[in-house]
């Protein structure tokens, strides 16, 4: 045999061996022979709206958004955030849904736009010469 030959066997062989052994590592299951898997429960997804609080009370929010009520469940540190909260605040509410109900995460209150003119709001600008 050529030495080129010999070389092309052991790469093939090489190549060979390598792609079985990649094979039967994924071949493995993650979990115990005895024990099935358990499946994961998926991750919920954080969604957002943003609107006008409508009402507030212990354990939920309702807010106007598009001309239409959201209602959402609150609890622990949301909740007392959600105390400082008055019908007509601007507010951003980060919130996951399960089963039909949306619970808040998170509730962000949102600054009202400044006016075009900051002195326009007590006194017109005085003129300038």
Request: net charge positive.
């Amino acid at each position: 045999m050529t030495p080129k030959k010999v070389f092309a066997l052991l790469v093939g062989a090489i190549f060979l061996f390598g792609s079985a052994a990649a094979a039967m590592a994924q071949a493995k299951q993650p979990c115990a022979a005895k024990q099935p898997c358990a499946a994961k429960p998926m991750a919920k997804k954080t969604m957002s709206a943003a609107g006008t609080v409508k009402a507030v009370a212990a354990d939920s929010l309702v807010v106007e958004k598009d001309k239409k009520d959201w209602t959402f469940a609150i609890s622990g540190k949301v909740a007392e955030s959600a105390k400082k909260l008055k019908a007509g605040d601007s507010v951003t509410v980060s919130y996951t849904e399960a089963d039909g109900k949306m619970t808040a995460t998170k509730i962000t209150a949102r600054m009202a736009k400044k006016a075009a003119q900051p002195c326009a709001a007590k006194q017109p600008c005085a003129a300038k010469k």
